[in-house]
């Protein structure tokens, strides 16, 4: 039924349409004017707003990015610390450390010694 008044709409003589805009004019009388003033305002609107919620959410995900690199510099620096700590500490337990086979062969040794006097 719908494409039937689509059609009926297409097919009006010039005189139709103007008979039914005069129909519409005295059905909605001067409030036609001021809704479609109305509709065009909300339209505009909601255009800036959405222009407005793009601009927010590239900039934040601007923000997020940069916090994101540099969250990872840290992080990064940090591991680093913690590896160049741990190499350290490794480095210096080794130092202390004495070999079970090199204090064996001192004790030998200084038994040897004391037993040759």
Do not use: C, W
């Amino acid at each position: 039924m719908a494409k039937n008044n689509n059609n009926d709409k297409e097919q009006l003589s010039p005189d139709s349409t103007q008979k039914l805009e005069a129909i519409k004019n005295l059905i909605f009388g001067e409030n036609i004017a001021e809704y479609n003033h109305e509709f065009d305002h909300l339209k505009k609107d909601l255009a800036k707003k959405r222009e407005e919620l793009h601009k927010f959410i590239e900039e934040t995900r601007t923000e997020l990015m940069q916090s994101i690199d540099s969250l990872s510099t840290d992080v990064n620096i940090r591991i680093t610390e913690l590896e160049n700590s741990m190499q350290d500490k490794t480095d210096q337990l080794g130092e202390d450390k004495v070999d079970r086979k090199v204090l064996g062969k001192l004790l030998v040794t200084m038994g040897e010694k004391i037993m040759s006097k």
